[in-house]
């Protein structure tokens, strides 16, 4: 079971929408660190959503005004899910540290 407490961000989507969601791992980074290899991105529980495209961020992004660099961040597909329901999505990710990390974040998708 996974604790609500540890989800890192809520998002929402219309049942018929194809969104894309960009997560950022900049606040776990170390200085020179950044997201290697590729990631995985699953649902978390059922399979209701079509998850696809998932990658390292190959661009800076601005999300609420605040810049994510480049291999900070993953971006993904995701569509699918039945209205009135919430989804939770597991982002894994290795990192250029050495040793190597693998980082892992949680969130909440809620179908609208």
């Not at 039945?82 to 980082?103: E, H, W």
Request: charged residues 20%.
């Amino acid at each position: 079971m996974i604790d609500p407490t540890q989800l890192i961000n809520t998002t929402s989507k219309n049942a018929g929408e194809t969104r894309t969601i960009i997560v950022s791992f900049s606040d776990e980074l170390c200085t020179g660190e950044v997201l290697d290899g590729d990631p995985t991105v699953t649902e978390y529980g059922t399979s209701a959503l079509t998850i696809t495209d998932a990658a390292k961020t190959s661009k800076d992004w601005i999300i609420r005004g605040q810049t994510i660099p480049a291999s900070e961040a993953v971006e993904f597909s995701v569509s699918g899910g039945t209205a009135r329901n919430d989804y939770t999505i597991r982002i894994t990710v290795a990192t250029t540290a050495s040793p190597i990390q693998t980082l892992v974040k949680e969130m909440r998708l809620h179908v609208i």
